[in-house]
């Protein structure tokens, strides 16, 4: 099969396109022919910046999150037939940068037939991290205010989605060109961060999700009433500085989730939540597609298509 692989920490030119035998899949695991796979910043900053620090052993094939068919099953695999059409987020580095790629059985779920390949490959990552950020550990409530910083990437343009969904009212940060989009998606403020200075436009803020980090987060603190929350997906927050504002802050990570995805399914059926794909790229452009996303400049997913 072919597969991108990585050999050496360091640099997204190290990454070569290889010819490999097909992985088997062993007990509890499935082994699936890859639809598509998508790229995230968390790919380009293990190969560039974290390295062995996150556990990732070498030689790997990167890629956390994929739809595809399943190609047979290993020992022990109930629930999942060969021909089930399925996608999931498998964690760090789960191999999904190749024509087939072996997962967990317990991190995938069956996709349904009006969702297609490319939105299913999009959304598992986003969705299962914003939905946990503002869900289950930002305990987000109706009526509540939340500020939600890069609300035109991934993570933001999911989050506000649910957050909408939740009954929030939504403060979104994003630069000018990307405004339409996120306020079609639901937020009721749009803040320019290239124009304008969220902290004298956003204030009273029960829940504050901080995927920019740097100043953007610190500055967070002066928007957040007393007893608010700050959920970080890129720093740890400053303990000093919660304890000074009152208010609660963590940074938290995101991860395969099943059971959530499978709801996160419905609602991307039922129309609740949509993914705007911005390109698809061939396997073997999976450098270009991570030098896209180290840009840092969305207006939807980049997927690879094997
Ligand atoms: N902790 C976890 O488990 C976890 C999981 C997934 C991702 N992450 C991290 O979360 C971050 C976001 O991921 P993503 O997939 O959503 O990235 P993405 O799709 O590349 O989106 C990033 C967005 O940030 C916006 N942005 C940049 N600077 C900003 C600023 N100063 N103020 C407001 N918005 C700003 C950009 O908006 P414009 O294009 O409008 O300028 C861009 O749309 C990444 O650093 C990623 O590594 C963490």
Do not use: W
């Not at 695999?77 to 399925?86: E, K, L, R, S």
């Not at 996160?264 to 059926?269: E, G, K, N, S």
């Amino acid at each position: 099969m072919k597969a991108i692989v990585l050999e050496h920490f360091g640099s997204i030119d190290n990454l070569q396109f290889k010819e490999l035998p097909v992985p088997q899949p062993q007990a509890g695991e499935i082994l699936v022919k890859v639809g598509f796979a998508a790229v995230n910043p968390y790919d380009q900053k293990v190969i560039e910046v974290y390295g062995k620090e996150v556990g990732v052993q070498l030689p790997v094939i990167p890629g956390s999150e994929l739809s595809g068919i399943v190609e047979a099953t290993g020992e022990g695999v109930t629930g999942f037939q060969p021909g089930d059409a399925v996608c999931g987020n498998l964690g760090t580095f789960g191999g999904c940068y190749a024509e087939y790629a072996v997962v967990k059985a317990t991190d995938i779920v069956k996709k349904p037939e009006t969702v297609s390949f490319e939105a299913a490959a999009a959304i598992p990552v986003a969705a299962l991290t914003a939905s946990k950020a503002i869900l289950e550990e930002g305990h987000l409530k109706a009526g509540e205010k939340i500020l939600i910083h890069g609300a035109s990437g991934a993570i933001g343009t999911m989050a506000v989605q649910l957050a909408k969904a939740a009954g929030a009212y939504v403060i979104a940060t994003g630069s000018g060109t990307n405004e339409q989009r996120v306020k079609d998606l639901g937020a009721d403020v749009f803040i320019d961060y290239t124009t304008q200075d969220f902290t004298g436009l956003a204030g009273e803020i029960d829940l504050v999700l901080d995927t920019v980090g740097g100043k953007t987060q610190e500055d967070s603190f002066s928007v957040l009433k007393q007893g608010g929350r700050l959920i970080s997906l890129v720093q740890p927050p400053s303990k000093d500085k919660a304890a000074q504002h009152q208010v609660s802050a963590k940074m938290i990570f995101g991860g395969p989730n099943a059971s959530r995805l499978e709801q996160i399914l419905q609602q991307l059926a039922g129309g609740i939540l949509k993914v705007t794909i911005e390109k698809v790229y061939v396997l073997s452009d999976a450098k270009a597609a991570l030098q896209a996303i180290k840009t840092g400049h969305r207006t939807g997913k980049l997927l690879l298509n094997p």
